[in-house]
């Protein structure tokens, strides 16, 4: 059976898959466990009407399971652990959230315009406990093998590293090389190759937040 998944379309490239992590969460999640699908890719400023009328919210990603649409990449992951067990993805629920304050740790940094705001350190805090919970338990987030906790925060660890390093010459200090070698591990699977989006999308996709 091959699933159908909406899927972001690159800005300016509406045949191109687009910046969303969300959406390449999900289609890790798909290329880890080897579930067989088909993309949708979606010009989220130009939405098809088919789409809207599956999906009134009009947000990616959304993944059609025996013929009825479901958006949301926290239940499409969950439906995707429970159908497709083999093989498990799921992660102690002890170490769940870790890591998940990082994403609006970096957008807030990544939009300031004020040096001395504090979000770069708020966002060098949210690294640091990473690094220390790596540290205890790495190289994954639930030790040796990758989870589902893992694709959730890969694509927004590569939105970061490519984000900050185009928009403000940033880059993950040497000081935290649990999650500089937990990104390359990451960044080097086969999964993340073929799902990530282009730099120059990501890039296209966060300059009118940064510049607004
Ligand atoms: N909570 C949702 C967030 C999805 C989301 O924000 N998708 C964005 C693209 S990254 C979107 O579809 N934006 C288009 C819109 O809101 O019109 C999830 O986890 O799937």
Not at 14 to 23: I, Q, S
Not at 104 to 124: C, H, I, R, W, Y
Request: proline share 8%.
């Amino acid at each position: 059976m091959t699933l159908e998944v909406c899927a972001k379309a690159a800005v300016g490239a509406p045949d191109t898959l687009g910046d969303c992590p969300f959406t390449q969460r999900v289609l890790l999640t798909l290329e880890e466990k080897k579930i067989p699908y088909k993309i949708h890719l979606i010009d989220v400023s130009n939405k098809p009407q088919w789409f809207l009328e599956v999906n009134p919210e009009g947000k990616v990603p959304v993944v059609k399971f025996e013929d009825e649409w479901t958006p949301d990449s926290d239940v499409i992951t969950s439906l995707l652990e429970e159908k497709f067990p083999e093989p498990s993805l799921a992660a102690s629920p002890d170490f769940a959230s870790v890591g998940s304050k990082i994403f609006p740790a970096f957008v807030t940094f990544l939009k300031s315009k004020d040096a001395s705001d504090g979000s770069e350190q708020a966002l060098l805090n949210e690294l640091e406990a990473l690094d220390n919970h790596l540290k205890a338990h790495g190289p994954y987030i639930n030790g040796d093998k990758i989870t589902s906790v893992d694709l959730s925060l890969a694509p927004k660890l590569f939105h970061l590293e490519v984000a900050l390093g185009h928009f403000k010459n940033w880059s993950i200090p040497d000081s935290l090389p649990h999650v500089k070698n937990y990104m390359k591990l990451l960044f080097a699977r086969e999964s993340f190759d073929k799902t990530k989006a282009a730099k120059e999308h990501v890039i296209t996709g966060w300059a009118p937040k940064v510049n607004g």
